[in-house]
Nanobody, 123 residues
Framework: EVRLVESGGGLVQAGGSLRLSCAAY????????IGWFRQAPGKEREGVSC????????SYATAVKGRFTVSRDNAKNTVYLQMNSLKPEDTAVYSC????????????????WGQGAEVAVSS
């Protein structure tokens, strides 16, 4: 079974940090493009980052650039989203996603999704 399992959400004060984990089962992240998304209450889902499968390059949304970092532990088949200098507007449900799309650009769709992790940032 191909699936993603997320962990690491929680409540943090503004300026704090959290790290989300996204573990893959049934496939290897090496062969997949990876995306992180978030959906704030009452808002549409938005992309946070995307990592291409061909060269591992990660692009970040302007709102998180310089504060969020994606990394990967191949031995654990796990991807991480390190979130620093968190702001109240970062409050959302964060989801990781994977796509078998092979290329140096972001995937246009992601068929595999994690269950989502809630992140709440208090002011």
């Amino acid at each position: 079974e191909v699936r993603l399992v997320e962990s690491g959400g929680g409540l943090v004060q503004a300026g704090g940090s959290l790290r989300l984990s996204c573990a893959a089962y049934g496939f290897s992240f090496d062969d997949y493009a990876i995306g992180w998304f978030r959906q704030a209450p009452g808002k549409e889902r938005e992309g946070v980052s995307c990592t291409s499968s061909a060269d591992g390059h990660t692009s970040y949304a302007t709102a998180v650039k310089g504060r969020f970092t994606v990394s990967r532990d191949n031995a654990k088949n796990t991807v991480y989203l390190q979130m620093n200098s968190l702001k109240p507007e970062d409050t959302a449900v964060y989801s990781c996603a994977a796509s078998p799309f092979y290329g140096t650009t972001c995937a246009s769709s992601y068929p595999v999704w994690g269950q989502g992790a809630e992140v709440a940032v208090s002011s």
